[in-house]
């Protein structure tokens, strides 16, 4: 089983951009299929995007597509999540999440993603 770890977010204004990344510690990260999530001060975590454990298929949330690209490199056991053109609506923790099956079971503690008007 994999461990998520989450880290990158930080502070930003709206329109820039942050990178986070996922360290997948444990066995057979290739295995995995990963997602991000978050979720904001008083409301309930939301699926942002997710990969199989090809690269290959990639989805997202409508309220991200254009601007967030979710990326993987099995070499690093590392998933990724570009976030563009950021919006103070996009601020919330994001999670990592690891998947072997139809539902995310392994999940990191999260990165706190701050965006200023």
């Known amino acids: 089983q994999v461990q998520p770890v989450e880290s990158g977010g930080g502070l930003v204004q709206a329109g820039e951009s942050l990178r986070l990344s996922c360290a997948a510690s444990?066995?057979?990260?290739?295995?995995?299929?990963m997602g991000w999530f978050r979720q904001a001060s008083g409301q309930e975590r939301e699926f942002v995007a997710a990969?199989?454990?090809?690269?290959?298929?990639?989805y997202y949330a409508d309220s991200v597509k254009g601007r967030f690209t979710i990326s993987r490199d099995n070499t690093k056991a590392t998933a990724y999540l570009q976030m563009d053109n950021l919006k103070p609506e996009d601020t919330a923790i994001y999670y990592c999440?690891?998947?072997?099956?139809?539902?995310?079971?392994?999940w990191g503690h999260g990165t706190q993603v701050t965006v200023s008007s």
């Open positions: 999440a690891a998947s072997r099956g139809s539902s995310f079971g392994s």
């Open positions: 444990g066995r057979a990260f290739s295995d995995y299929n």
């Open positions: 990969i199989d454990w090809t690269g290959d298929t990639t």
